[in-house]
């Protein structure tokens, strides 16, 4: 890899992401590219943000992280978002356009080509029917040449979690071996932005059956999950310690403070892997499947399968034989940090400027 100091020369200095966080998307989507951003500044560049307007405090995050943030009124994934993105990144004269979400199918990338604007389309499990961008970017350990098959003959494909995206939160912290004790009773919950299967309230309720463990736990609700009221009362009249923290923007000391995690399968399992934090790890939407199976099968995390068939009594009886499991925790965590590195941000980064400025996108 190239040193950070050499990557600027001969390129622009714009980026533009074009990324949503909603109640229904959850922030997976912004907060991943967020350590694209990060790296992307670190190197002298600029970040533009493009999303629909919602989300004051995540907002609040990207502005204090240095980025510049755009308003757009359109349907995601529409021709006039398209247009306007377009009309932006012109305007901007930016590098490059990143797309995350899964709106952004082959019509939208392809119209972006078009206009001669190079595109890196991040993916989870093969949304677009072909894929004009010329970098595709599937940062899971399920990713597979086999789903972009259909793509521009130049596309680069950055396949793995070689190039999972984790913020400067998780990547500047010293890695130091983790304490794995014999019994573990320090849980971190974590079900994502939104939590849309209100998965947090199942693993409270998993944590009452298992209640001989004397449990100490953290419950992260995100800023747009709708109940955390409700999850501060039903806390509150639990018989042990747990307490609920509400859009937390620095979550890696709780990870390292944690013995063991239950979690949706999201971009947070590479988080947790990175810092050696063993979990039980839900799916909590149907493309997430494939990604909890990916885990469980590379020994960093028992997929328990979908939120919607998983009652807390399976989950407590898992829960219970995990917390006991001594070797068995000391293994996921030894997996965990082998499987991710925290240097995949600064590759793709690498990647994009190595490109050159000056050579012509694959139109």
């Known amino acids: 890899m190239k040193h950070r100091s050499q990557l600027v020369s001969g390129m622009g200095t714009g980026l533009l992401i074009r990324a949503d966080a909603s109640a229904a998307t959850g922030l997976g989507h912004v907060l991943r590219c ?28 990207l502005r204090e992280e240095g980025c510049h943030l755009l308003s757009l009124d359109a349907p995601p994934g529409g021709i006039d978002d398209a247009h306007i993105t377009a009309s932006v990144a012109e305007d901007l004269e930016v590098s490059w356009i990143v797309l995350d979400g899964y ?11 078009s206009r001669g604007l190079r595109v890196v389309a ?5 949304h677009a029917v072909v894929w004009p961008a010329d970098v595709v970017l599937n940062q899971n350990v399920n990713a597979r040449e086999e789903l972009y098959l259909r793509r521009d003959a130049r596309a680069r494909l ?38 849309p299967s209100d998965l947090t309230s199942l693993a409270m309720s998993a944590l009452e059956l298992s209640d001989d463990l004397g449990w100490e736990a953290v419950c992260l609700a995100g800023p747009t999950n709708p109940r ?26 709780l990870m390292e403070w944690a013995d063991l995690a239950i979690s949706a399968s999201g971009s947070t399992c590479y988080e947790s ?33 979908p939120a919607r068939s998983l009652t807390a009594e399976r989950l407590a009886i898992s829960l219970t034989e995990l917390a006991h499991a001594q070797e068995r925790r000391a293994t996921m965590a030894e997996r965990g940090r082998e499987l991710v590195d925290g240097h995949g941000a600064e590759r793709v980064v690498s ?10 996108p694959n139109v």
């Open 34 to 61: 967020l350590a694209l951003a990060q790296n992307w500044m670190d190197v002298g560049g600029r970040v533009f943000f493009l999303k629909n307007a919602g989300g004051e405090s995540l907002d609040r995050r």
């Open 103 to 113: 709106e952004f199918g082959d019509h939208y990338q392809g119209s972006l080509r």
């Open 122 to 126: 991040v993916d989870d499990y093969g």
């Open 158 to 195: 950055l396949l793995g979690p070689m190039y999972a995206l984790l913020r400067r939160e998780f990547t500047g912290r010293v890695r130091t071996p983790r304490d794995v004790p014999k019994t573990a009773h320090r849980l971190l919950i974590t079900a994502g932005g939104s939590d």
């Open 228 to 253: 955390y009221e409700h999850l501060v009362a039903r806390a509150r009249a639990m018989a042990f310690q747990i307490r609920v923290e509400k859009a937390a923007t620095n979550i890696a000391p």
């Open 273 to 305: 892997a990175f810092l050696g934090l063993p979990a039980l790890i839900v799916p909590v939407a149907d493309n997430q499947t494939g990604i909890a199976a990916g885990l469980d099968a590379a020994g960093i995390g028992e997929s328990m399968g």
């Open 351 to 360: 990647m994009m400027m190595s490109l050159g400025r000056d050579s012509p």
